[in-house]
């Protein structure tokens, strides 16, 4: 009954925007710390963002700092990652997940179940 249930992914033109959906379910999402991932083919699955439950405050690795935005809208339930200026190497399947918080995927106990974003040139 607890899930992450993703959306908003999809193709999207060099310089584009996209918003991805972070809804859950059966739980109350502020109670813990949002992770967000992404994993490109070939690659080991990257940490680019998480939003503390306590402060609200956001992080943001360097390869995304300054276009891609976490937001969270309580009385939805929800957590969205605006992604802005999209380059091609932003390609890869994107994760939401929560937990402790912070870095490690291993923080976080639940996943979303990953939305292809694809970036052409």
């Known amino acids: 009954e607890r899930q992450l249930v993703q959306s908003g992914g999809g193709l999207v033109q060099a310089g584009g925007s996209l918003r991805l959906s972070c809804a859950a379910s059966?739980?109350?999402?502020?109670?813990?710390?949002i992770g967000w991932f992404r994993q490109a083919p070939g690659k080991e699955r990257e940490w680019i963002s998480c939003m503390n439950n306590d402060d609200g405050r956001t992080y943001y690795a360097d390869s995304v700092k300054g276009r891609f935005t976490i937001s969270s809208d309580n009385a939805k339930n929800t957590v969205y990652l605006q992604m802005n200026s999209l380059k091609p190497e932003d390609t890869a399947v994107y994760y939401c997940?929560?937990?402790?918080?912070?870095?490690?995927?291993?923080?976080?106990?639940?996943w979303g179940q990953g939305t292809q974003v694809t970036v052409s040139s």
């Open positions: 997940a929560v937990g402790r918080g912070g870095y490690s995927e291993y923080n976080y106990a639940r």
């Open positions: 059966g739980f109350t999402r502020d109670d813990y710390a």
